[in-house]
Nanobody
């Protein structure tokens, strides 16, 4: 099993930045993708960003493109999400995800492991 632990959430003002971190531990696959989803109150969980094992390919939801940046450090089994120019609509619980394959997409079913989530609140 793989355990994912998120950190870095908090409450900020619109326009501020936050950096989320995710640490993977346990029996990690030889090559695994990592990513982030989020869920706002009363809404369905939605894709935010994903990065391949190599780190060469990164894919973002249109709503965060240009403002968020995902990165990973395979030597530490970590993935970060740098969030800039935050908006109130970015508020939600952010979940770190990982998949057994080296590449993941925008659908929740593509991911095999989920963290417990970390709260991000952006006020106007």
């Amino acid at each position: 099993q793989v355990q994912l632990v998120e950190s870095g959430g908090g409450s900020v003002q619109a326009g501020d930045s936050l950096r989320l971190s995710c640490a993977a531990s346990g029996r990690t696959p030889p090559r695994f993708c990592m990513g982030w989803f989020r869920q706002a109150p009363g809404k369905e969980r939605e894709f935010v960003a994903t990065v391949t094992w190599s780190g060469n390919y990164k894919y973002y939801a249109d709503s965060v493109k240009g403002r968020f940046a995902i990165s990973r450090d395979n030597s530490k089994n970590t993935a970060d999400l740098q969030m800039d120019s935050l908006k109130p609509e970015d508020t939600g619980v952010y979940y770190c995800v990982a998949c057994n394959d080296g590449v993941g997409g925008r659908w929740a079913h593509e991911y095999d492991y989920w963290g417990q989530g970390t709260q991000v609140t952006v006020s106007s």
